[in-house]
């Protein structure tokens, strides 16, 4: 499985960002998807997950109720919609892959930056 993230950027506090991650190879062995970030010193964490066939999410309670995490099957692509942002969002977010045995995948990380 190969993940292929975008959409980070800079954006002011209050503002919004899409996040995409493309996944390619062995779909049909995807369970899961989500996103984690890692801000500067700190441990990644989980932000928020999905479960490829039936769509069932999960978010970390920082995030509860502002960010979106979806999925489109046909394009095999998760989104993590991001709205209210505040400074203290600022990450690297990182797509991850979660196979029906427990194999993790990785994408390359997508910098978001918020400002105050």
């Known amino acids: 499985v190969q993940l292929q993230a975008s959409g980070g950027g800079l954006v002011q506090a209050g503002g919004s960002l899409r996040l995409s991650c493309a996944a390619s190879?062995?779909?049909?062995?995807?369970?899961?998807m989500a996103w984690f970030r890692q801000s500067p010193g700190k441990q990644r964490e989980l932000v928020a997950t999905v479960t490829r066939q039936r769509g069932v999410t999960d978010y970390a309670d920082a995030v509860m109720g502002r960010f979106t995490i979806s999925r489109d099957i046909p394009a095999n692509t998760a989104y993590l919609q991001m709205n209210s942002l505040k400074p203290e969002d600022t990450a690297v977010y990182y797509c991850?892959?979660?196979?029906?045995?427990?194999?993790?995948?990785w994408g390359e990380g997508t910098l978001v930056t918020v400002s105050s």
């Open positions: 991850n892959a979660r196979t029906y045995i427990g194999t993790h995948y």
């Open positions: 190879g062995s779909i049909s062995s995807i369970g899961f």
